[in-house]
């Protein structure tokens, strides 16, 4: 199902939090600024030229691909495409180029960000800015390197900027951690008397948007782009395939019809009307975002960026300063007008007024320095704070590249590069899963409300500190599983999951009793527009004792003792927010066959683990699968998946079978079934005191029978996700609360619990169970994840003949499982050194309770790596700075203790 927000009309909701609660401007805390323009600072900008158009506006009547939109992702989009060989590619823009937002943007580039792929998109940008476009077209493309002080006033806040970092820092890029009184050497007005620690990072700098943009046109032009200005999209248009699914078939402008079968939306903060005529939703909205522009200011010239944690960028522009940020009363911008080119809004200065007394403390001569001119424009924001990128769930041949989160520019280089690859080979070349449009979620309740909050909640926090097990406020409640409410009367802290509300894990009073008010608050946008704060919010209260880099002391303690119940008695798990998809038709065992990694068409009452590939063996997901017969007596197969994998998994499989002409049906069923997993020694006794089925003593591990517990029909099996003999039981949602409710009833006679998914991570990352998209996605091949057991010898399946190809070959990065005895966590992302090199970083990681130790997954890097090589090294693991032993090895601690899962056992 899509995605059904509507962009084009605002709810009375969205009315009510436009206005805007004011902070008073300090009359004598700036120059006076009753003079001050709306302009941008770059001499270059477009709008300043007087000349006539000289883009071509003869439109073509076909091409391969067509960019929409001229700003910094769509300029790197159509340079690559082009230079890729996508063939004839043509780039529409309504006006002029960067006459969007990108010509306004605050012409940044950071060299580390919070995310791998971001970072690696940044540093993507940074090449092609500084290196590869000026050796094209023998001009310069407008960087200039001035490197950034990040500054942290507390220690969380360095801590954060550590973590950050981590990607980069394995990526060559150099860091510098500085103390606070080293920094006037580098920047010598800046006021360090508040600060905890700095990072300087030397390779960041900034770009002159226009330079930057007119470079890709002009490098493009030898490989054939054809350029289009003043030329706007009234519409695409599609036509059915054999399956009743849509195709890009052409663009519709006011200058003719364009045919094509590949349309990239990179139309930045316009991109919703464009995807609106052809009913794709895309998830993003439109704030005012701004920037001042001071007059001189001695001594700024050639000084370093700064980023204030928490607070604000500052910029040297010239002999000026330059400086912004992020507010938690922004301004919604309810209509943006087709036609808006070139334009600013007048700058809303008791709003920006945060970010002036912020400038003032860390640069004191911003306080007597005038205001030369101010920037306030719109820029589009998403619910996760990543970029929408990829193709369309719904139409073919239509890829989205909008919504950067004020970052197009950082980003643009990298992500066009992406989008060009995933055009052409229908994959970009790194893992994008967090930036993919296929990562949202779908069937909430109230989508406007969940699309509102969350910008809002990703705009207001984006520089505040990003703890590991934090929750958001915002875009709560919308997916609640049939079981929410046995869990907040169990006292369970809520996570959100794809929509999902789901235990996390489950909170006792002083007297051990359940706490049972923990539900979760409507969303007050953090106190602004006037909201008043809650009475007494006791969600936040206990979110908030788990923000912390240590381990945090309660919840650490509860989820414990969930562990050692599951692995001295008996745990119950709710998994029914696991994705579950059905395929069928006529042409369904050949689907599956070419589908997953291990053949199933032959199994009967077998759950399956196997693989979901693409064609260069890549690892598109990990999923359980087993083929069944439906009411109606026609062959099935139903797969689980993780829960947040749902649109992923079923577009993967809905295009294997339109490429390869299958008439086959694939069916999000999630709703519709629900999964309770009964895990632990005693689960056994449990199961029968259910059902009072003796045949359950010779169930197989991986089996699966049909049985009852009461009056109500279970698909019941002997799987665990954890490392314990357990089973799941599957059954229809209408008879679930019953079924739970009898399962709980056993469970408390055997000494159990009910258990959140912060244990089950825990578990079965001691147990050796990879986590889909962290250990697992699709740069990382069976052969590297230790998986090619899960992949028959066949090659019949997609990916099959590349990876008996890359069997052949040296491995230049394999798994490693690592312990670190330290006294504060892994979170992951921390940083991999063998024998004082690094060699990577932690992927997924967790605290083993079983075994008393921190234990993370990793990929050591280094040309032709093996086993005797991960095995013979010293090991450190980089944790928040500080280097702490480790020990490697490539298969689990855990594994003496895994032969239980597998193990038969007698409990009638």
Known sequence: MSLIWKLNTVSSLQKKFI???????????????????????????????????????????????VVIGAGSVGCSTAYHLSKLGAG????????????????????????????????????????????????????????????????????????????????AKTMGVEMLQLQPNEINDIHPLLNTSDLYGVIYSPACGTMDPATYCMSYVKAAAKYGLEMIENCTVKGITTKEDYLGLKRVQSVETNLGTIKTNNIVNCAGAWAPYIA?????????????????????????????????HGSIYIKPQGNALQFGGYETNPILVENLPQDFSFGLYDLDWDIFSIHTNAAINRVPAV??????????????????????????????????????????????????????HWVIHGKPEIDLVNCDIRRHPINLSNPNKWLLEKCHEKFARRYSVHFPHDQSLGGRNQRKGRLYQEHADAGALFGNKFGFERP?????????????NLNVLEY??????????????????????????????????????????????????????????????????????????????????????????????????????????????????????????????HSHIQHLIQNEKLHSTVEDRTEDISIISVQGPMSGHVMYELTKDTALEKLKYAQWKSTKVGDNEIMLGRVSFVGEFGFEIHCSSDHVNQIFAQ??????????????????????????????PHSLNANINPIEARLTQFCSPSTKYLGGEALESLKSLPNQKLLAYFTVDSNVPLIGHEIIWRNNDIVGFLRSSDYG??????????????????????????????????RYPAKASITTPYLPHLSKMFKMRKFT
């Open 743 to 772: 399962v709980m009833d056993k469970v408390h006679k055997h000494n159990g619990c009910m258990a959140g998914f912060r244990a089950m991570e825990s578990l079965s990352t001691e147990a050796g169970f990879h986590h889909w």
């Open 276 to 308: 609106q005529t052809i009913n794709e939703n895309v998830p993003q909205l439109v704030y005012k975002h701004a920037y001042v522009v001071t007059e001189a200011i001695e001594g700024i010239l050639n000084t370093p960026m700064v980023k204030d």
């Open 849 to 882: 309770y079983s075994l008393g130790t921190n234990i993370g997954y990793g990929y050591v890097t280094i040309s032709s790596v093996t086993d005797k090589i991960i095995e013979s090294g010293d090991y450190q693991i980089e944790i928040m700075g500080e």
């Open 88 to 167: 004839k590619v043509v780039m529409l823009e309504k006006s002029q180029i960067t006459s969007g937002t990108t010509w306004h943007t605050a012409g940044i580039l950071w060299s580390f960000r919070h995310s791998e792929s971001e970072t690696i998109m940044q540093l993507q940008t940074r090449d092609l800015i500084s290196k590869i476009l000026p050796e094209e077209t023998g001009e310069d493309a407008g960087w200039l390197e001035t490197g950034t002080l990040n500054l942290a006033r507390t220690k969380h806040q360095f801590i954060d900027f550590l973590q950050n970092s981590a990607f």
């Open 504 to 516: 996390a894990y489950f909170v006792k009073d002083k007297d051990g009793h359940p706490q049972s």
């Open 19 to 65: 206005l805007s609660s004011r902070l008073k401007l300090p009359s004598n805390r700036l120059s006076s600024h009753h003079t001050v323009k709306n302009d941008v600072p770059y001499e270059s900008s477009i709008h300043r030229k007087k000349t006539e158009n000289s883009i071509k506006n003869k439109i073509p009547t076909e091409a391969d691909v």
């Open 524 to 649: 007050d946008f953090y106190r602004a527009y006037d909201n008043k704060p809650h009475d007494r919010d006791y969600y936040c209260d206990e979110v908030l004792k788990d923000c912390t880099f240590e381990f945090p002391e309660k919840s650490h303690e509860l989820i414990g003792d969930e562990c050692m119940k599951c692995r001295n008695s008996v745990a119950v798990f709710d998994l029914s927010y696991m994705a579950k998809l059905y395929i069928g038709g006529k042409d369904a065992n050949q689907t599956v066959t070419r589908l997953l990694t291990r053949d199933i068409t032959n199994t009967n009452n077998r759950f399956v683990y196997s693989l979901m590939l693409n064609k260069d063996a890549g690892v598109e997901c990990d999923v359980l699968a087993t083929k069944i017969t439906n009411k109606s007596g026609e062959t099935e197969y139903y797969i689980t998946a993780p829960t947040s994998a749902a649109q992923h998994c």
């Open 367 to 420: 306080e007597t320095t005038g205001i030369r001119s101010t920037v306030c424009g719109p820029e589009s924001f998403t619910p996760d704070g990543q970029p929408n990128m990829g193709e369309s769930t719904q139409v073919r041949g239509y890829f989205h590249g909008s919504g950067f989160n004020s970052g197009g520019m950082m980003l643009g280089g990298g992500a066009g590069r992406q989008l060009a």
